[in-house]
């Protein structure tokens, strides 16, 4: 049998986030090195985790192969979402609260260096269908991981990351050097400015500021201050 292999995979991943009342939240995951992944009932797209069961599947009504096995493990899921891209409008729209949030590049080996050996990452799929639950040799997480592994052609411009976690919470990565920068969007609060600039110091990353010019958008450095604390080797 032939295996399925990724070659090419981006150097970098990025994720969107809004600031607004959660910016202690947001900041104190980046002090602490960790994603947070919410329920699939939480994110934007009614969609979420919508499959089809095969003819096969639906005579199965008991063990891990179960539709029922697969809906609980669905509902104890956490994902977060991330993408190849920091300048894609929308998202930053859509994401970061009206362009006033923060993109965070993330190194994607040191990200999965970090990560628990149960996390998964994947590239999502984007089709016209919901994707097809099989009476396969899957079990119930590899099943709801798929269900949560494809979206709606429309939403393809996203180039969407997924990290999944067994259950809802932090999904820690532990060094700090896994974050390698922080974008400011063109709106962000001076507070919440100041705030991120602190953060970046502490991580010793370059933040860099969101500047529009007509239909584009550039990035600029911000100062660097002396850095307070010396990152983990």
Known sequence: MAQLKIYAKPSSLYRYRGLDENVDQELDALREGY???PAFSAMNDPMEGTYRISTRLSANTGGDKSPAKVQTALDAMGIASMSEVFDHEPMWAH???EFKGICVQYSLNRLLKGL???IA???????EREPVLLDD?????DRARLCLSSKTVRWASEREWRLFKLDQGPARYGDARAVTKIYLGSRIKPSDETAVLDVGRRLDV???????EAYAITFKPLPRPTRLLRRPS
């Open 121 to 127: 990452l994947t590239r999502m799929m984007y089709s």
């Open 35 to 37: 994603i947070y992944c």
């Open 116 to 118: 628990a050996p149960d």
């Open 95 to 97: 994401y970061a609260d």
């Open 137 to 141: 040799r899957s079990d119930a997480v």
């Open 206 to 212: 370059p933040v860099v500021k969101m500047a529009i």
